[in-house]
Nanobody, 127 residues
């Protein structure tokens, strides 16, 4: 059973930075598109950023220029670097991955059918 293990998260002040990491438990499992989502209290889950196997990225408008998604194919992990954090970035953040064999290498913006999800990690930005 493949699992996504999230690390990072926590509380930070406005304008601060945090990095979230997601490791695929089976290093031999080949992932295609990987992504970060977030869900704030009372709001729907939203896609934050995606990255495909060749490094093509996409970002939600609200985080463009502040967040950076990256992946390490050799270690089968990916990360979300967050800077200039705002109170509205407060949410539970989830990593997600799609299997390469089933879904191929590319990402489709807005797609929510991912093979595996992380357990979620709380990010709280306080003023």
């Amino acid at each position: 059973q493949v699992r996504l293990l999230e690390l990072g998260g926590g509380q930070v002040q406005v304008g601060g930075s945090l990095t979230l990491r997601c490791a695929v438990s089976d290093i031999t499992y080949k992932t295609g598109c990987v992504a970060w989502f977030r869900q704030a209290p009372g709001k729907e889950r939203e896609e934050v950023a995606t990255i495909d196997t060749i490094g093509t990225t996409s970002y939600a408008e609200s985080v463009t220029g502040r967040f950076t998604i990256s992946r390490d194919n050799a270690e089968n992990s990916f990360a979300l670097q967050m800077s200039s954090l705002r109170p509205e970035d407060t949410a539970v953040y989830y990593c997600a991955a799609r299997g390469f064999v089933t879904f191929g290498p590319t990402c489709r913006p807005g797609e929510t059918s991912y093979s595996y999800w992380g357990q979620g990690t709380q990010v709280t930005v306080s003023s």
